[in-house]
């Protein structure tokens, strides 16, 4: 038990720090905070890690990985939020990326991991219907074989960033007899295929992430299923897995209880700072005591994992508590903000800068709870798993 | 000890209630919301030939004269509706404080109009640095030759920029945080060196900054005693406080309606996922908080009688706090169990979501009050 950084982790930061010194990541935040440059700024951004070889630290090495110890890694995310840099898109390196490289052909592997890694593909994630939320597994979208391709036919919602997609990763119904989760296949689509329609979902935080994606006889050729027909299911829950603890967002909650405490040493009521307004300081330490707790509780997950020890339901566990934890900071945030917080035309006019952000953050933030397997379902499985009910 | 209404107030309630639901969609309200003035000017002359906008004020001043019940009456179903009206800032601030703080030809003029429907009003007393402090004014108000001259921002002002008259806190006396050395002033919209910033709120309302160069008030246009303006305000404001509340409770039983209907009809694993117990007992806790929040409703409006009493402070405080807390639990629950659903725009839940959020931070949040309530309870 010790947490003492070596010689050579210290060595590590000192790279990390001058990497972002020298890149600018706030232009790539600039960028990305216009929903009308947000492509552009997240690609520019891949492009830099890509040259430095840190698009994806956690692929293996001979895939383009940078073979990172879990401490390395750690540190890295520790000085991108320190730099306020942007996080990676998860669609192409977190999800599929892995996929990809555990279940896909040699073929596959040579066509798709350079474009996931390099930022020239964007990726999207084709799995909730409508009538398939937290029951993935009763999913309709229809593949069917015809020749050397399968014709796919059904609607996907919840599509994030599908507006901005090349390919899309779906899950399929490829046999619909026996028992749902084995009729599923994992199937590679590019959104360019005619009789693809992308439509938008406006989400309450005013803005357009959200899509509906319609199949109507889309041909798909046979080359772009993973694996083995009827195995979808199998790929997509070990990916779900990997989702999971990318979401527990450690060292993004950690910065933003920073930004939180400079901003009420700032912000005044009746001529004090709320920095020092008592149920301020009891709600502060409160998410700063579970958010002490969860930073070990990903290490020790972080660790079983590097001892290969595939994530489980500890993941269910990070993300539960993670979620729950940014969005109390949420909520923190936007009533610090008062009502300026609530401020929508003319944000920018108020003379108070950071509550239009903080609103965007909470409503669109209310989410982290629902996907990715809603926290409920994952209560579900630690209680099947864990708890042995 | 009696909690039933009577027989005016059970037709007012119905009558509401019956408004709201034979006219008032949700896409009704998603139009209103949208116009140029954030409410539907045509519906605040319906409300004023109903009788609604004359409620609050005395009989002898061409009034309904209610009380704190009818008003509650009143404001739950607007709330239920989501109905976006100027009526707590024409009405229940700036009409209260004419009512209160004017007198002869002046006062029977503004009422007339007001409950007329026929002017709309706006009270600016919030400034960029004083947050929730009512008594943390800056704006300066110096005596002129003809009354007085006043300079300062003003922020964020319920209905500023549809207001045809403002009523303005300004400085007379005293330090930046004195409760004394506080005036209020009357000054048309129209007014040289009144300058106005709209903005707009996340339920869809109006608001304005306003900046203040030189204006010039005449002496008669002070409301209320000078230097005794934060006691006014305070006053009314207090007594809009049941009112928020009970708008507040309005919309957390439609959330609490919406998401149980929601779950009923939602099927998810081949049922419909409001079989689930996890979720129903989340839907308990979702009524448990619109039972709790009524019931502190009913005492805060019960002790409505007696404004200046300590028990009826506490009992506003405390029903502050609840109606924020409980709001958030219920807003955040009612998106959560609609899953993506609740996410979107295009349903109603995010709309009455973001109401809430707004009430909560009018007049000073859950926390705010909280403390409040605790100098009160335990002492300073
Ligand atoms: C912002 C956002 C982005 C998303 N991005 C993507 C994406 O890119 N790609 C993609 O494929 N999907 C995406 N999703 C979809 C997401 O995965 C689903 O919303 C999620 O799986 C929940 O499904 P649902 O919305 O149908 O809700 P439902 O499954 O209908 O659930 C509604 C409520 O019921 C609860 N519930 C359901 N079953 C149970 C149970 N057995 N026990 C207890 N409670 C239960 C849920 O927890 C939830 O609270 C996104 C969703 C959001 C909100």
Same mark, same amino acid.
């Given at each position: 038990m010790? /947490?003492?950084?070596s010689?050579?982790d #210290?060595?590590?930061r000192e790279e990390?720090r001058?990497?972002?010194a020298?890149s600018e990541p706030d232009k790539?935040?600039q960028?990305m905070? /216009?929903?009308?440059?947000?492509? *552009?700024?997240a690609i =520019?951004? =891949?492009?830099q #890690?890509?040259?430095?070889?840190?698009?994806a630290?956690?692929w293996?090495?001979?895939h383009? &990985?940078?073979g990172w110890?879990i %401490?390395?890694?750690?540190?890295?995310?520790?000085e991108?939020v320190k730099?306020?840099a942007?996080?990676?898109?998860p669609?192409?390196?977190?999800?599929?990326g892995?996929?990809i490289?555990?279940y896909g052909?040699?073929?596959q592997?040579?066509?798709f991991?350079p474009g996931i #890694? /390099?930022?020239?593909d964007w990726?999207?994630?084709?799995?909730?219907e409508?009538?398939?939320?937290?029951?993935l597994?009763s999913l309709?979208t229809r593949?069917?074989?015809?020749?050397?391709?399968?014709?796919? /036919?059904?609607?996907?919602?919840w599509? %994030?960033?599908? =507006?901005?997609?090349?390919?899309?990763?779906c899950?399929?119904?490829?046999?619909a007899? &026996?028992?749902p989760?084995?009729?599923?296949?994992?199937?590679?689509?590019d959104?360019k295929?005619p009789g693809?329609?992308v439509s938008p979902?406006h989400s309450?935080?005013?803005l357009?992430?959200l899509?509906?994606?319609h199949?109507?006889n889309?041909?798909?050729?046979?080359?772009n299923?993973i &694996?083995?027909e009827?195995q979808?299911?199998?790929?997509?829950?070990?990916?779900l897995a990997?989702?999971r603890?990318?979401?527990?967002?450690?060292?993004?909650?950690?910065?933003?209880?920073d930004?939180?405490?400079?901003l009420?040493?700032?912000e005044?009521?009746?001529?004090r700072?709320?920095i020092?307004?008592?149920?301020?300081?009891l709600?502060?330490? %409160?998410?700063?005591i579970?958010?002490m707790?969860?930073?070990?509780?990903?290490?020790?997950?972080?660790s079983?994992?590097?001892?290969?020890?595939?994530?489980g339901a500890?993941?269910?566990?990070?993300?539960i508590?993670g979620?729950?934890?940014?969005?109390a900071l949420? *909520?923190?945030?936007?009533e610090?903000?008062g009502?300026y917080?609530?401020v %929508?035309?003319g944000?920018?006019?108020?003379?108070h800068?950071f509550?239009n952000?903080?609103?965007?953050?909470?409503?669109?933030g209310?989410?982290?709870t629902i996907y990715?397997?809603s926290? *409920?379902? =994952?209560?579900?499985?630690?209680a099947?798993?864990v708890l042995g009910? | 000890?009696n909690?039933?209404l009577?027989?005016?107030?059970?037709?007012?309630k119905d009558?509401a209630?019956?408004?709201?639901?034979q006219e008032y969609?949700?896409?009704?309200?998603?139009e209103? @919301?949208?116009n140029p003035?954030?409410?539907?000017p045509?519906?605040?002359k319906?409300?004023?030939d109903?009788?609604?906008?004359?409620?609050?004020f005395m $009989?002898?001043?061409?009034?309904?004269g209610g009380?704190?019940?009818?008003?509650m009456?009143?404001?739950e179903?607007?709330g239920?509706?989501? @109905?976006?009206?100027?009526?707590l800032? +024409?009405?229940?601030?700036?009409?209260k404080?004419v009512e209160?703080?004017?007198?002869?030809?002046?006062?029977?003029?503004?009422? !007339?109009r007001?409950?007329a429907?026929e002017m709309?009003?706006a009270?600016?007393?919030m $400034?960029?640095?004083s947050r929730y402090a009512?008594?943390d004014?800056?704006?300066q108000?110096k005596?002129?030759?003809t009354?007085f001259e006043?300079n300062?921002?003003?922020?964020l002002v319920?209905n500023g920029?549809?207001a045809d008259k403002?009523i303005i806190?300004a400085?007379t006396?005293?330090?930046a945080q004195?409760?004394?050395?506080?005036?209020?002033?009357?000054v048309d919209?129209?007014?040289e060196?009144?300058e106005?910033?709209?903005?707009?709120?996340?339920?869809?309302?109006l608001?304005?900054?306003?900046?203040?160069?030189?204006?010039?008030?005449?002496?008669?246009?002070?409301?209320?005693?000078?230097n005794?303006?934060? $006691?006014?305000?305070e006053?009314v404001? !207090?007594?809009?406080?049941?009112?928020?509340?009970a708008e507040?409770l309005?919309?957390?039983?439609?959330l609490?309606?919406t998401?149980i209907?929601?779950?009923?009809?939602?099927?998810?694993?081949g049922v419909?996922?409001?079989s689930?117990? @996890?979720?129903?007992?989340?839907m308990?806790?979702?009524f +448990?908080a619109? $039972?709790e929040?009524?019931?502190?409703?009913?005492r805060t409006?019960c002790?409505?009688?007696n404004?200046a009493?300590p028990?009826?402070r506490k009992?506003l405080?405390?029903?502050k706090?609840?109606t924020g807390?409980?709001?958030?639990?219920?807003g955040?629950e009612a998106?959560q169990?609609?899953?993506?659903m609740g996410?979107?725009?295009e349903?109603d839940v995010g709309?009455? @979501?973001?109401?809430?959020m707004?009430l !909560?931070s009018?007049?000073?949040?859950?926390d705010?009050?909280?403390?409040?309530?605790?100098?009160?309870s335990l002492g300073m």
């Open positions: 010790d /947490n003492t950084l010689d050579e #210290l060595k590590f990390v001058s990497f972002f020298r790539a935040q960028l905070a /216009n929903p009308a440059t947000y492509k *552009e700024g =520019q951004w =891949q492009k #890690l890509f040259k430095q070889n840190w698009a630290p956690f293996p090495l001979e383009g &990985g940078a110890t %401490t390395q890694a750690y540190l890295y995310e520790s991108r730099a306020d942007p996080d990676v898109l669609f192409g390196l977190k999800m599929v892995p996929v490289y555990t052909s040699e073929a592997k040579a066509r991991l #890694l /390099n930022g020239d990726w999207c994630q084709g799995y909730s409508p009538g398939a939320g937290s029951d597994a309709k593949a069917v074989r015809e020749g050397d391709d399968y014709i796919v /036919n059904g609607s996907k919602i599509t %994030t960033y599908a =507006q901005h997609a090349d390919w899309i990763f899950l399929v119904r490829t046999d007899s &026996g028992k989760q084995n009729g599923i296949s994992f199937l590679l689509i959104m295929s693809i329609t979902i309450i935080n005013g357009h992430s899509n509906e994606v199949f109507d889309v041909r798909v050729p046979r080359e299923l &694996g083995e009827g979808g299911w199998t790929y997509a829950k070990s990916l990997h989702e603890t990318a979401i527990a967002k450690v060292a993004d909650s950690k910065k933003r209880l930004k939180l405490r400079a009420a040493a700032s005044l009521q009746g001529g700072p709320m020092e307004d008592e149920a301020f300081r709600r502060f330490t %409160t998410i700063e579970e958010l707790a969860l930073e070990y509780m990903e290490l020790r997950v972080l079983a994992l590097a001892d290969n020890r595939s994530p500890e993941s269910s566990l990070l993300k508590k979620t729950e934890i940014q969005q949420h *909520e923190l945030a936007i610090l903000a009502v917080g609530g %929508t035309a944000a920018g006019d108020t003379g800068d509550g952000q903080a609103r965007q953050d909470f409503m669109y209310r989410a982290a990715g397997g926290n *409920e379902i =994952q209560k579900n499985i630690i099947k798993r009910f | 000890m909690f039933s009577s027989e005016e107030q059970q037709m007012l009558s209630a019956r408004f709201i639901q969609s949700f896409e009704r309200r998603q209103d @919301v949208s003035e954030g409410f539907d045509g519906l605040w319906q409300l004023a109903l009788g609604w906008l004359a409620i609050p $009989e002898e001043n061409g009034g309904f009380d704190a019940t009818d008003l009456l009143l404001m179903q607007l239920a509706g989501l @109905v976006p009206t100027p009526y800032a +024409t009405i229940l601030l700036f009409g404080l209160s703080g004017t007198d002869g030809d002046l006062r029977a003029s503004l009422l !007339n007001l409950i429907g709309q009003g009270v600016a007393f $400034e960029r640095q009512l008594a004014t800056t704006v108000a005596r002129s030759s009354g006043l300062g921002e003003k922020t319920l920029p549809v403002f806190s400085r006396g005293g330090g004195d409760k004394t050395g506080i005036t209020l002033f009357l919209a129209g007014t060196g009144l106005l910033n709209e903005l707009r709120l996340m339920d869809g309302q608001v304005a900054n306003l900046t203040l160069s030189h204006v010039l008030v005449p002496a008669q246009h002070r409301v209320g005693q000078e005794r303006g934060f $006691e006014l305000l006053r404001i !207090n007594e809009s406080l049941p009112a928020v509340c507040a309005g919309l957390m039983h439609h609490t309606e998401t209907e929601y779950t009923r009809a939602r099927k998810q694993f419909p996922i409001g689930f117990q @996890v979720l129903q007992h989340r308990v806790d979702m +448990t619109c $039972e929040t009524r019931s502190l409703l009913y409006v002790s409505s009688d404004l009493s028990e009826h009992n405080h405390a029903l706090v609840l807390l409980r709001g958030k639990r219920v955040n998106i169990l609609h899953g993506g996410l979107t725009d349903l709309h009455y @979501v973001k109401r809430l707004v !909560n009018l007049f000073g949040d859950a705010y009050h909280q403390q409040k309530l605790a100098e009160i």
